[in-house]
């Protein structure tokens, strides 16, 4: 990665990232076999960053409680969204605040290119061999950090009464929606990387990295006319469940939600255009006194069983190539090519482009929101 990531600012408004024969290989995890692990590790602590709200809690109840229940260990979880490179940086450099963090790309960049993350130590980390390639074929030059866990996305979110298929960016600018869209106003490259998804060439999301490329996206928010811009998921659900708004442009994490809670009122998919995103991927973080025990829980984390727990009560697609879907899953995608299609990511050298100008693409984004609340 370039040196000039050293000088990307740490934190943002909002975020919301071996070989097949190492599955067959002897499966030694840091100082134990997982035969033993069991009872090598029983009692020692762990702390895991995941993302907050309520990520934090289904990542708790499928991941970090069946895992002290196997091996008897205290790990715990704490939750945030992009002040790890911080608090890691303020804390002393072998007493980490947390043993092992998550990351999206931005997060990736920032905690690679100050060295807080350790290298995999692919000999503990069997799992690895199950993972689609897309994951490191998306990440050039930060290949072997972290395990990637999950690709966490943008959704449409349409009320079933109005009888629109979720299927089309497009329908944000749709006239029979118009005032009645509810869009993400806290953070602008979520609807400027879909935008350039709709209007840019090839739907992709490459233009929105430089300002020059990105201004007919901009030009294009300008026009969406809105219920309101919302602030936070909060803002989301209250707009959507007073009626003010019947579509949304929404999050995976969150759409889960309205599926769950009011299963015969809203739709959520993945457009026909694909979508943007973002991967989940944890890091273990320099300096962590219980190495051993971070291997063992980050090779947990890619088993399949782990996976499709996390996935039957999320609707996010998972790294492992071998998951069962669920019913809400629709059109699950089953090979690396149909990941591809499906999913692009504001890439870490996208990050890195768009970071050298932030508060010029931010300026503009609240030009857009001015503009569309006008009309």
Known sequence: MSNDLKSIPLSRRRFLGAGAALIAAPAIIGRASVASAEKSFAGEELIVMSWSGNYETVFKETVIDPFNA??????????????????????????????????????SIQGIAQGLFLKNEVAALPNLGAVYPYFDETRPGAEGFGVPFAIGTCMLLMRKSLD????????????????????????????????????????????????ASAE??????????????????????????????????????????????????????????GTSGWTDRFFKVRGT????????FSNYLLEKETQERFLAKSMVFMSRKDVTAPDHSKDYPRTNEDVHGRFQLITMKGWEKITADYATFDSRMKLSISRSADQ
């Not at 879909?194 to 233009?207: P, Q, R, Y």
């Not at 006194?289 to 063992?296: G, I, K, Y």
């Open 70 to 107: 196997q091996y008897g260990t205290a790990v715990e979880s704490t939750g945030g969204w992009d002040q790890m490179v911080p608090q890691i940086l303020a804390a002393p450099a072998d007493t980490p605040p947390f043993d092992i963090t998550i990351g999206e790309e931005y997060v």
């Open 164 to 211: 629109i298929a979720p299927d089309s960016w497009n329908l944000l600018w749709d006239e029979r929606l118009a005032g009645k869209v509810t869009v993400d106003g806290s953070a602008w490259h979520w609807p400027l990387s879909l935008t350039a998804l709709t209007k840019g060439a090839s739907h992709k999301i490459d233009e929105m990295y430089s300002l």
């Open 216 to 273: 007919p996206l901009f030009a294009e928010i300008d026009k969406l006319r809105p219920a309101r811009w919302y602030m936070t998921g909060a803002e989301q659900a209250t707009v959507l469940n007073q009626g003010e708004a019947d579509a949304a442009q929404t999050y995976s994490s969150d759409a889960f939600g309205f599926l769950q809670d009011s299963p015969d009122e809203y739709v959520a998919a993945v457009p026909k255009e």
């Open 289 to 296: 006194r219980h190495n051993n025990l971070a291997n063992l």
